[in-house]
């Protein structure tokens, strides 16, 4: 029978979301360092030069890691309130155990050996497999800089009406966010070209009040996807070196 290979142990680093743009590796490291010996902390980056709004913070021992998130998740790094958690890797796809099986219309009969070697047969039914969504897990997240939230939308706005309230500025797309049957869900977003256009409505929009319901605005947070932005990173330190 074969066995999956174990995935690699990444506990000692940490995924620092919500970044300031203007925070560089040395202020990331400077700032997590009461937390423990900084090995080594890197702020992703866009082209090579804007930063990504996130990065990651490796210590020298998984314990660190952890008194790093207790420490500094939810605290303010250069007027940005960051998200501070273990960046924890995929883990490795597991591989099919080799079996003599022979299939006929949906059955397979399973030929296994038991601890004494001697032959067994079983018949089951072959069934596909639902693939299981974790509720307690939760992707990181990281602050758009191109897409504004808009809270506390009455469920009949229409895409059309979104985008009708923000005639003032300069957008792109205004999206209603529904469920499968097309139900709004109360919220939406609007996309601009940059972060000056994304800054001007969250400083300059009033505001309103639709059915009876106050309309507000906030940056949009997106997810990170952290196995990428490893890879990222160890494709700019192999270019440096």
């Not at 597991?94 to 032959?119: F, I, L, M, N």
């Amino acid at each position: 029978m074969s066995t999956a290979a174990p995935a690699e142990k990444e506990d000692n680093k940490v995924f620092v979301g919500n970044l300031s743009f203007s925070t560089d590796n040395d202020g990331l490291r400077d700032y997590f360092e009461p937390a423990g010996k900084v090995v080594k902390a890197t702020v992703i980056r866009l082209g090579k030069r804007r930063s990504a709004g996130y990065g990651f913070v490796t210590f020298e021992t998984a314990q660190e890691a952890e008194k790093a998130v207790d420490k500094f998740n939810k605290t303010e790094l250069d007027e940005r309130e960051i998200t501070v958690q273990i960046a924890r890797p995929k883990a490795a796809p597991k591989s099919t155990p080799t079996k003599d099986a022979t299939t006929t219309g949906g059955e397979a009969t399973v030929t296994t050996d038991d601890t004494e070697g001697t032959a067994a047969s079983a018949t089951t039914t072959s069934k596909p497999r639902r693939r299981r969504r974790s509720l307690t897990t939760r992707r990181p997240t990281t602050a758009s800089t191109t897409r504004v939230f808009v809270a506390n939308l009455p469920f009949s706005t229409t895409d059309d009406e979104l985008a009708a309230l923000f005639e003032d500025f300069t957008i792109g797309a205004a999206s209603i966010a529904r469920l499968r049957n097309g139900r709004s869900k109360g919220y939406g977003f609007i996309d601009v070209a940059d972060e000056t256009e994304q800054q001007k409505i969250i400083d300059n929009f009033k505001p309103v009040t639709v059915s009876e319901r106050e309309i507000s605005v906030k940056v949009a947070m997106v997810p990170v996807d952290v196995d990428a932005a490893a890879d990222q990173v160890k494709q700019d330190e192999e270019t440096v070196q």
